[in-house]
Nanobody, 114 residues
Framework: QVQLVESGGGLVEPGGSLTLSCESSESAFNLNSMSWFRQLPGKEREWVAVTSDNRTDYIDSVKGRFTISRDKAKNMVYLQMNNLKSEDTAVYYC?????????WGQGVQVTVSS
């Protein structure tokens, strides 16, 4: 079992920035990928960004505004979110894949509002 702990959520005004962090109990060197998902109010959970040894990618709606990065030595993955919009308001989840299994964090609330 892999434990994930997210932090960094909160309330921010439109146009502002936040950085989400996710710490894995498993060494990042053993993980196939590290991702961020989000669940908007009343919507299904959606993929936001992924990083692995071979690939970094984003959902179109956040390209140019969000940056995913990882620190393998610290077993951390981050999501730098700039120019936040009200439609980014959601619960954000960290997800990692180890072998054939995926693991989720508990989620962190991000609210973009004036």
């Amino acid at each position: 079992q892999v434990q994930l702990v997210e932090s960094g959520g909160g309330l921010v005004e439109p146009g502002g920035s936040l950085t989400l962090s996710c710490e894995s109990s498993e060494s990042a060197f053993n993980l196939n990928s590290m991702s961020w998902f989000r669940q908007l109010p009343g919507k299904e959970r959606e993929w936001v960004a992924v990083t692995s040894d071979n690939r970094t990618d984003y959902i179109d709606s956040v390209k140019g505004r969000f940056t995913i990065s990882r620190d393998k030595a610290k077993n951390m993955v981050y999501l730098q979110m700039n120019n936040l919009k009200s439609e980014d308001t959601a619960v954000y989840y960290c997800r990692v894949v180890r072998g054939s299994y995926g693991y989720w964090g508990q989620g962190v609330q991000v609210t973009v509002s004036s």
